[in-house]
DNA sequence: GCTTTACGCTGTACCGGTTAAGTACGGGCG
DNA sequence: CGCCCGTACTTAACCGGTACAGCGTAAAGC
């Protein structure tokens, strides 16, 4: 490897027949540099395909110009997974890279990452640090935040934290409530839930959500649990259809879950709206092309990114507008299944 | 923000009681520390929180311990890359954490982000660049290698580089012409194939896998060609019931395509498999969920995305041994479908 | 005409590590 | 006993930038 000798800021100096100092001003944009040098500067810059060094750079003015993002290495994948966090990144990575700040992915979980994610940290290598966690009660956030560095996590945080911590949500409850209302104004009457885990925040919330609509109408509620999997929407379904056969709606807290509730409805002989509606929760892809479509609560995942990511650039700027909680809002998506 | 003093090597020296030179070289795990000092040292590490400076570090051995990976943004998003990227991204993720290594994601596409992705890279923020590009014409791979930064690409480049770049790609050919073997040993005789885009080399080489077995047969070809997208799938299986509708068989490039070409046959009231086998090329998770279970080439690809990485890892320690190219076996998954 | 002021550039002291060269010291050997 | 040598540490010179103090020059002020 040839790794060819990068020109310094010395290098460019002697060529235009300045001061290192002088190339410095120019390269970082400072106005009080006559035109005549600067261009001579700028030229001398091009002619050597000078690029300035990063670490030298960082070194004193202790930024780094790019930001972590901490997403969880769940031992056991869930498929959902690999729909929410791309989306997330996508969101994260186009507003970092309008600021001109790098992108740096760490898989967190295992204690030990999470050792490495500190240190990392720690280590000044970042500018701060975004969690895409889903579960709300790692101590992490917060402990890099008691250290001075900035932090911005994607979900509410499950324990009311000593050090709160900045953070993007969306309206889960909001979402489901006006869901299930959907339900209700098309003349349900028997509506049950699917819900998600309940060491979750998304779980919790989505569950307060149909309990809330459900309380409004005066309705009794009618709850499985699920994990989030389609296999356990499968499961759940069958359990509230031997529960309540007569059952003639179900809000399930994610697209995943909907899809093995589905399957589990399709089993059972229900048709998809005409005897049993059905309406999820994410609006991922493939929802749009299940049979029937499934009806479901978009939440905003791209801008999910971009918000936690615009949060972030105010903090490391210091920015004292930085507000502490961001919900975004969800929305009825409205299809065949209910 | 308080960003906390972290303390400085210099700090940890004074309270050992001994030079920095020598907390360095026991930080750094050297031999020829006695071990009383090196206690010292490290408790007063330990007591300090001290993480040393990665910038600084970066300054004097030239090297970052971390690794870009460059994602193609897509401008007109496939649902498949979201399929694909994470599954790249994890397996890198895997192999760097266990090397120590960090990994910066970037995405590219446009010129603007071409530059942006060079400037960094010759910045020496990252020690080496690799490339989940599926396009194999893109120039940049080759012009970081000629200024010698280590690049790996997933997928055969397709210009044949005046630079040689190293890479790690599937085998489509074979796993093509082994599905095909595969519905002409189960009596299929008329054998069509949805092609991918032509301008790259996943869709060229799965071509060439087709014609491949059967040529060896002394069939007829029938191609339609679409662009991995399920609508250009359904499309093209459209053109292919128009163009011959006795036809017992198709291969489909990609799975995405595969699940529109199934919709269509449906449309057309075939049967699938008993009128007409499908097989596609991908095994993404929802291939197992269609109605019928897809048949379908699969490709390791979080395996990709560590043996790029491991490729990487071997370039950047200058090992001679890394290999210029690895071609990953694919192998056909028998479901329902065919 | 000489001082004051502003401007624009240079010199240089850092930033926090690594590492080559230098030094102190104890032990083996002639 | 003196010499040499290896071991284990310290000293100091970098790495490549930034930023601040300082200084020369020219325009403005009196």
Redesign the pocket.
Same mark, same amino acid.
């Given at each position: 490897m040839v790794t060819r000798e990068r020109p %310094?800021?010395?290098a460019v100096a002697r060529r235009a027949g @300045? !001061? $290192?100092? /002088?190339v !410095?001003r120019v @390269? *970082?944009g400072s106005t /009080? @540099? &006559?035109v005549a040098?600067r261009d001579a500067v700028n030229q001398a810059v091009e002619e050597l395909g000078y690029v300035? *060094?990063q670490a &030298? $750079?960082s070194? @004193? %003015?202790q930024r780094t110009e790019s930001i972590a993002l901490i997403l969880p290495e769940t031992a056991s994948r869930v498929f959902s997974d690999d729909m929410f966090f791309p989306a997330i990144i996508r969101g994260v990575s186009m507003e970092l890279e309008a600021a001109d700040k790098q992108l740096v992915l760490m898989m967190a979980g295992s204690s030990a990452s999470h050792d490495r994610v500190e240190r990392y940290a720690m280590a000044g290598h970042v500018d701060g640090v975004m969690f895409a966690s889903m579960h709300g009660a790692d101590p992490l956030p917060g402990a890099l935040a008691r250290l001075g560095i900035p932090v911005v996590c994607s979900g509410r945080p499950m324990t009311p934290a000593e050090f709160p911590v900045p953070y993007v949500d969306v309206d889960h409850i909001g979402g489901v409530a006006s869901a299930v209302r959907h339900l209700l104004a098309a003349g349900r009457r028997r509506v049950a839930t699917i819900a998600g885990p309940q060491d979750m925040v998304a779980g919790i919330d989505r569950l307060t959500g149909y309990r809330t609509a459900l309380d409004e109408a005066g309705l009794a509620e009618h709850v499985a649990v699920g994990d989030f999997t389609r296999e356990s929407g499968l499961q759940a379904m069958r359990r509230l259809l031997a529960d309540d056969p007569e059952l003639d709606a179900v809000f399930v807290a994610s697209d995943m879950m909907a899809h093995g509730a589905l399957q589990a409805l399709k089993d059972a002989g229900r048709r998809v709206p005409e005897d049993v509606s059905v309406i999820g929760f994410d609006d991922f892809e493939i929802s749009r092309l299940s049979d029937p479509p499934l009806t479901t609560v978009r939440q905003p995942i791209v801008d999910m990114g971009r918000t936690m990511a615009r949060q972030m650039l105010g903090l490391v700027d210091e920015r004292t507008d930085v507000p502490p909680a961001v919900v975004l809002p969800t929305e009825l998506v409205v299809r065949a299944s209910a």
């Open positions: %310094t800021l010395e @300045v !001061s $290192r100092a /002088t !410095s @390269v *970082n /009080t @540099v &006559a040098i300035p *060094n &030298a $750079r070194l @004193v %003015t």
